[in-house]
Nanobody
Framework: QVQLVESGGGLVQPGGSLRLSCAAS????????VGWYRQAPGKQRELVAS???????NYSNSVKGRFTISRDDAKNTVYLQMNSLKPEDTAVYIC???????????????WGQGTQVTVSS
């Protein structure tokens, strides 16, 4: 089906920046939304940022003004630019693409493998 391959995670100091990438193995059709989630130890998975098919972009309150989600359809890639990173941003970041059922395919919900982001001095 579709594989989402993530990259860009790592260890950074507070105030630093990272750009996460999520590349799909092929073109994906009938997309409802693309987004980035994160999950920290002891916490539930949190939706960090998303782009809905209608074009709206949403961010969690904790990352507004610091993170930017974008997409490059020609490269089948979704990005998450993370600036002014804080220790509380430390988590596994996971890419997600979901879509609705059509006459040609079933609904789908694809997830990346997750990439670790650690913010520490």
């Amino acid at each position: 089906q579709v594989q989402l391959v993530e990259s860009g995670g790592g260890l950074v100091q507070p105030g630093g920046s990272l750009r996460l990438s999520c590349a799909a193995s092929r073109n994906i059709f009938s997309i409802n939304a693309v987004g980035w989630y994160r999950q920290a130890p002891g916490k539930q998975r949190e939706l960090v940022a998303s782009i809905i098919s209608g074009g709206s972009i949403n961010y969690s309150n904790s990352v507004k003004g610091r993170f930017t989600i974008s997409r490059d359809d020609a490269k089948n890639t979704v990005y998450l630019q993370m600036n002014s990173l804080k220790p509380e941003d430390t988590a596994v970041y996971i890419c997600n693409v979901n879509g609705r059922k059509t006459r040609w395919s079933t609904a789908y919900d694809y997830w990346g493998q997750g990439t670790q982001v650690t913010v520490s001095s």
